[in-house]
């Protein structure tokens, strides 16, 4: 089961309040397959260490790309009846819900995993010469459960505990976290990505995928690109201590 590690000593050492555990996990991608086996490493974890206050964190990007998104929001919308999960937007939700609201952006999102989350809900893949955006999404609307759609309407920016920030990006360097923009924390790379500076919290962040959890002085990457590798990381904080399984 899981075992904390202290890490590597940094300038910043980040801890959250004492007696909470936080399991963080991040493009999940519509593998509902790798999703379940996560959810009882942490069962099972909370059953053996029972930590004053467990809390999960997801951190955006549940849908597209990947088999099962249908899936992964059923777990995702049942795992919420607990009232211990944060919920995260990541671009792929952002990116849906302006399909929704103009069609014309349509073919962008199926280029990006959209023709896997049709198929999710029983919708043929598309055939982009002959049908019409328009009548796609309204079908789409249609077969999406009312707690999905609301699932998806209620997605946070970003949860803060302790020292750490948790967000689906990243931030922009330079800006305070209270003022920083959606579409950085959705989707900035290369300026977060390069950045050696204290963002004024521990971030744990996803978006960009790694080969393993990249851990660093600022903060903690743990996008493994489930949907293409296999391999959907759960990182587990408590203290100063962070682990990634």
């Known amino acids: 089961m899981i075992s904390f590690a202290r890490r590597r000593r940094s300038i910043h050492k980040p801890h959250l309040p004492e007696g909470v555990r936080i399991y963080a996990i991040s493009d999940i991608h519509g593998c509902a397959h790798l999703l379940q086996p ?3 490493v942490i069962d099972a974890d909370v059953a053996r260490s029972r930590p004053c206050y467990a809390i999960e964190v997801f951190m955006g990007d549940y849908i597209d790309r990947g088999p099962d998104t249908r899936a992964t929001l059923d777990i995702l919308v ?5 009232g211990n999960a944060v919920f995260l937007k990541g671009n792929h939700e952002a990116f849906l819900v302006s399909v929704f609201e103009d ?3 349509f073919e962008d999102w199926i280029a990006v995993g959209g023709t ?4 999710s809900y029983g919708l043929a893949p598309p055939d982009l010469k002959r049908d019409e955006p328009t009548s796609i999404l309204r079908d789409l609307i249609r077969a999406m459960p009312t707690e999905h759609l609301e699932f998806l309407d209620n997605l ?3 949860f803060t505990c302790g020292d750490f920030f948790f967000v689906h990006a990243g931030v922009r360097p330079g800006v305070a976290l209270s003022e920083q923009q959606e579409n950085d924390l959705l989707w900035i790379r290369k300026e977060f990505l390069e950045s050696k500076k204290h963002f004024g919290k521990y971030v744990v962040h996803g978006h960009t995928p790694v ?3 990249d851990v660093r002085n600022n903060r903690a990457n743990i996008d ?3 949907y293409v590798t296999g391999n959907l990381t759960l990182m587990s904080i408590q203290g100063s201590s962070m682990l990634a399984v």
């Open 78 to 82: 049942e795992r919420s009846r607990r």
């Open 156 to 158: 946070r920016l970003s």
């Open 211 to 213: 080969r393993s959890a």
């Open 38 to 40: 996560m959810l009882r």
């Open 103 to 105: 069609p014309s952006l």
């Open 116 to 119: 896997q989350t049709l198929m």
């Open 224 to 226: 493994t690109g489930a």
